[in-house]
């Protein structure tokens, strides 16, 4: 069980990663600047999407700790 639940964590971490750094690469001009619609825009974005990336970190952190506890005692 812990083996099954790692690999979602550590998926789902990778996922959020994945999907944060797609969208501020799509919010890019040609400069490499981002371009938001609004001043509060820019600010809730910013917010949500570093929750998510600081969720998905843990969750790759725990998926890891999950597996490797797997491979060590739960053979």
């Known amino acids: 069980m812990a083996l099954v639940a790692g690999i979602i964590f550590l998926v789902g971490g990778a996922f959020g990663l994945y999907w944060t750094g797609k ?4 919010r890019r001009n040609s400069a490499g600047i981002q371009e938001f619609n609004s001043y509060s ?3 809730v974005t910013n ?6 990336r ?4 843990i969750g790759i952190v725990l998926g890891v700790m999950m ?3 797997w491979f060590m005692f739960g053979r």
């Open 54 to 57: 600081i969720g998905s970190v």
């Open 23 to 26: 969208r501020a690469f799509y």
């Open 41 to 43: 825009g820019a600010l």
């Open 47 to 52: 917010a949500l999407e570093g929750i998510v």
């Open 67 to 69: 597996i490797s506890m």
